[in-house]
C-alpha cells in the first residue's frame, strides 16, 4: 500500500507541475526548446504524464478528432 501511495503522490505532484509550469504557448516551446524536443513530442509527452496514453492512443484519439471536425464543416454548410 506504501508504494501505491508513493507513486500516487508522484504522479500527482508531476501533474501539479505541468499545470504550473506550461501556462502559455511561450511555456511550451521555451519548455521544448529546453529539453530539445519537438513541440509535438512535448504535447506527446503531456498527454502521456496526464492520463497515461501512449503515443499510439494519442494518435488514434487525434484521428478520430480530425475525422468528427471535418464531417462537423461538411454537414455545417449548406449545400447548393
Known sequence: MEIVLH???IN???I???LFYLKSFEDWK???EE???SLVDVVIEYEHEQKGRTREQIFEGLATAWTVMKEAVQN???KT
Open 76 to 78: 455545417g454548410f449548406p
Open 16 to 18: 501539479v507541475l505541468w
Open 7 to 9: 507513486v500516487k503522490r
Open 35 to 37: 529539453k530539445k524536443m
Open 12 to 14: 500527482f505532484v508531476r
Open 30 to 32: 521555451r519548455y521544448s
